[in-house]
């Protein structure tokens, strides 16, 4: 199907929401880990504000470098948990998303956006607190003349992401897990957690033992 010059696939599937709720436990370093520390999105691209954090089902996006006419078109295209993952060609002259885009994301239920380029209006996005990750910053506007794709596989730092693959965001920065590997991916995640916690408790006694020779030693000095 086509709106215009706006490519649009057919329908896709997207997984349940108690799957993505069993991922938003978990770190996008300790989720890359467990996927054999592939499938990061490169770490040009990086949350808007500090503390965001999303987990979602890609809702893939195209669009020429310095346009939005795509983004604005899959506005329709959004369901609930729906994560936007724009390729926007890295482009630093233009923003392709501002705050009255990110605002209408969430309206129509999305989860966030991450964009392969650069958006605009951060403070209004992070009283907002509308999960957004994207390569900068510039105040620049964008064209709004297309073409584009909306539900077609994108290349979105380095990572090429089909719609309904699993988007998980956070400080760090962004990971995809294809939907077949997400039971493998929990699986291993939550044994890497469980290790974390034991190598936390090292640390813990380390410390604890250095305490106790500090104050020791400061007993012996009187």
Do not use: C
């Not at 910053?137 to 990572?159: H, R």
């Amino acid at each position: 199907m086509t709106q215009d010059n706006v490519r649009v696939a057919e329908p896709w599937p997207r997984v349940d929401r108690h799957l993505l709720e069993r991922f938003r436990a978990h770190s996008v370093a300790n989720l890359g880990d467990a996927l054999d520390r592939l499938n990061i999105v490169d770490g040009g691209i990086s949350p808007v504000w500090n503390g965001a954090r999303a987990v979602g089902t890609a809702l893939p996006v195209l669009t020429v470098a310095g346009d939005n006419k795509a983004v604005i078109a899959a506005l329709e295209h959004i369901r609930a948990d729906d994560m936007l993952v724009i390729n926007a060609f890295g482009y630093d002259g233009r923003a392709v998303i501002g705050d009255n885009l990110a605002q209408r994301f969430a309206v129509h239920g999305a989860a966030g956006a991450v964009v392969d380029g650069y958006v605009r209006d951060a403070a209004i996005i992070e009283r907002l607190a509308i999960p957004v990750f994207a390569r900068g910053l510039t105040p620049a506007g964008p064209f709004k003349n297309g073409p584009g794709a909306i539900g077609e596989p994108v290349a979105v730092g380095g990572v090429v992401v089909h719609p309904g693959d699993i988007v998980v965001a956070d400080g760090d920065g962004v990971i995809v897990i294809p939907p077949h590997r997400a039971e493998e991916a929990l699986e291993a995640v939550e044994a890497i957690v469980l290790r974390e916690a034991e190598l936390d408790a090292e640390v813990e006694a380390l410390r604890a033992q250095a305490a106790a020779r500090t104050a020791g030693a400061a007993q012996a000095a009187r």
